[in-house]
């Protein structure tokens, strides 16, 4: 159950009601689910992540099948049930081959993919469980997504490691209608 109690006009910072009120004509009411349901709390903060998931989702040099995958690859390593929930059944309609899905989900040895699969999981699982990615992984992506794709690539890692950290320290709830299965942990 979420830490939190849900959002409302009077229980956000008074100064940052005029965000709050654009935050619900964008979403019609308070979000109940998702690291929404957190950031709507600190309003302006909100925005901005709203922003920047605009820019990566719309004006990325990288495909929908590699943010995708490097999404997946955030949730998995971070182990974060409503990101990898949200986005299994979306980066395996935008390419991402079901066994390297499954792959992920079950912690096994990756199936054999393509170049660009495998930069994007070498590079965020190395940064994700040694803190580091080495000059190969690095250059390894560098070479496949080239200098925007790289710089985004890191974006993406970074911006849904911290929606899964409000997601996990906030306890939020899965929605009802999920469709994927808990992830083993």
Same mark, same amino acid.
């Given at each position: 159950?979420a830490r939190l109690?849900? /959002?409302?006009?009077?229980? !956000? &910072?008074?100064?940052?009601? #005029? @965000?709050?009120? $654009?935050?619900?004509?964008?979403?019609?009411?308070?979000?109940?689910?998702?690291?929404?349901?957190?950031?709507?709390?600190?309003?302006?903060?909100?925005?901005?992540?709203?922003?920047?998931?605009?820019?990566?989702?719309?004006?990325?040099?990288?495909?929908?099948?590699?943010?995708?995958?490097?999404?997946?690859?955030?949730?998995?390593?971070?182990?974060?049930?409503?990101?990898?929930?949200?986005?299994?059944?979306? /980066?395996?309609?935008?390419? !991402? &081959?079901?066994?390297?899905? #499954? @792959?992920?989900? $079950?912690?096994?040895?990756?199936?054999?993919?393509?170049?660009?699969?495998?930069?994007?999981?070498?590079?965020?699982?190395?940064?994700?469980?040694?803190r580091h990615v080495?000059?190969?992984?690095?250059?390894?992506?560098?070479?496949?997504?080239?200098?925007?794709?790289?710089?985004?690539?890191?974006?993406?890692?970074?911006?849904?490691?911290?929606?899964?950290?409000?997601?996990?320290?906030?306890?939020?709830?899965?929605?009802?209608?999920?469709?994927?299965?808990?992830?083993?942990?």
């Amino acid at each position: 159950m979420a830490r939190l109690p849900p /959002a409302s006009r009077d229980n !956000v &910072p008074e100064h940052q009601r #005029d @965000a709050f009120d $654009e935050l619900l004509r964008g979403y019609g009411s308070v979000p109940r689910f998702g690291p929404a349901s957190v950031m709507i709390h600190v309003p302006k903060a909100h925005l901005i992540m709203n922003a920047l998931n605009q820019y990566l989702r719309n004006d990325s040099a990288l495909s929908k099948k590699i943010q995708e995958l490097a999404i997946l690859v955030t949730a998995r390593e971070m182990d974060c049930q409503y990101v990898w929930n949200a986005h299994a059944a979306s /980066a395996r309609a935008a390419g !991402v &081959p079901d066994a390297l899905v #499954d @792959a992920l989900r $079950e912690r096994r040895p990756l199936p054999k993919v393509a170049d660009d699969e495998n930069a994007v999981v070498r590079y965020g699982q190395e940064f994700f469980r040694t803190r580091h990615v080495s000059k190969g992984a690095f250059q390894q992506a560098l070479e496949q997504l080239g200098k925007q794709g790289v710089v985004e690539l890191g974006l993406i890692l970074g911006n849904y490691s911290a929606l899964a950290l409000l997601i996990i320290s906030h306890d939020v709830d899965l929605p009802p209608d999920r469709k994927e299965a808990i992830l083993p942990v």
